[in-house]
């Protein structure tokens, strides 16, 4: 088993405090060339704001840090698969690269649903590698929702 790329285990560590916080864990991290840009954890019950998903707060965070709105060369990390708002905004952000951790069946749209990235409309395709702490992003979900029940 090899170790977790230090992206992944960021947005892990972010999803945690989501959790903590009373949110549901999700975290995301956005790099480019190696380099931290953005960490950011779901957080739309604090802000009040539905689209304030880990994915959507990251890649604000990075095209602020950057100063630009397209983020090529940049790579997104997220504990979960993006929902399909979130994966329009890894498309409009132009991300070249998307790590995330565990499946999301019911609400996932980059391997399950609506399959964003593959449908003809869709205008920019990041590589996508699935998996990636899956063991662990699965563990804080099921974690806090059995907590709830």
Do not use: S
């Amino acid at each position: 088993m090899f170790p977790l790329p230090e992206p992944m285990r960021r947005a892990l560590a972010a999803a945690a405090q989501a959790a903590e916080a009373g949110e549901v864990p999700v975290g995301a991290v956005v790099t480019r060339g190696g380099q931290l840009i953005a960490v950011a954890a779901n957080a739309p019950r604090a802000l009040h704001d539905p689209t304030a998903h880990a994915e959507i707060l990251a890649i604000r965070a990075a095209a602020r840090a950057l100063g630009r709105d397209r983020l090529d060369g940049c790579d997104l990390w997220v504990t979960l698969e993006p929902c399909a708002m979130c994966a329009g905004a890894i498309a409009h952000a132009r991300i070249d690269r998307l790590y995330y951790g565990a499946d999301d069946p019911k609400g996932g749209a980059v391997a399950h649903g609506a399959r964003f990235f593959g449908q003809p409309t869709c205008h920019h395709r990041p590589e996508v590698y699935a998996g990636i702490g899956e063991g662990e992003a699965a563990a804080l979900l099921r974690a806090f929702f059995a907590a709830r029940r």
